[in-house]
C-alpha cells in the first residue's frame, strides 16, 4: 500500500516535465528562428544605400533612389519614383558600388 502511494507521487511530475519540453521545443523551433529573421530583415533594411536594386514585399523591383528615416524612394523605371516604408522592402538584388579608400597595400602599390 505505501508503495502504491510512492508511485503515484512520481507520476504527477510527468505532466509538468511534458509541458515544460513543449515550451522548450516551440521555443527552439519556432519562436528564435523567427527573432532571427526579423533581426536579419532589420539589418538588411537599416542597411540600404542609393543605388542599391530592391524587391518589395509585394514583389516590385526598383533601385533605391533616396532614403529617409522611415521610408525610401524606389525609382521602378526611368523618371517614375514611388515611396514605400523600410520593412516593405524584402531583399536587396543588387548591392550599389561604394567608393572606398584605398588601403594601405593599394597605395604602395600605386606609388611604385
Known amino acids: 500500500m505505501f508503495h502504491a502511494a510512492e508511485g503515484s507521487g512520481a507520476s504527477s511530475f510527468t505532466p509538468i516535465l511534458m509541458i515544460a ?5 516551440m521555443y527552439f523551433m519556432m519562436i528564435r528562428p523567427q527573432q532571427k529573421r526579423r533581426r536579419e530583415a532589420e ?4 542597411g540600404l544605400s542609393i ?3 530592391v524587391v518589395t514585399i509585394g514583389g516590385l523591383y526598383g533601385t533605391v533612389s533616396g532614403i529617409e528615416d522611415d521610408s525610401v524612394l524606389l525609382e521602378v523605371s526611368p523618371g517614375v519614383q514611388t515611396r514605400y516604408a523600410r520593412p516593405a522592402i524584402a531583399r536587396v538584388v543588387t548591392r550599389a558600388e561604394r567608393a572606398t579608400e584605398p588601403t594601405a597595400e593599394e597605395t604602395d602599390a600605386v606609388k611604385e
Open 21 to 25: 519540453l513543449l515550451v522548450g521545443v
Open 51 to 53: 543605388g542599391d536594386e
Open 43 to 46: 539589418a538588411m533594411q537599416s
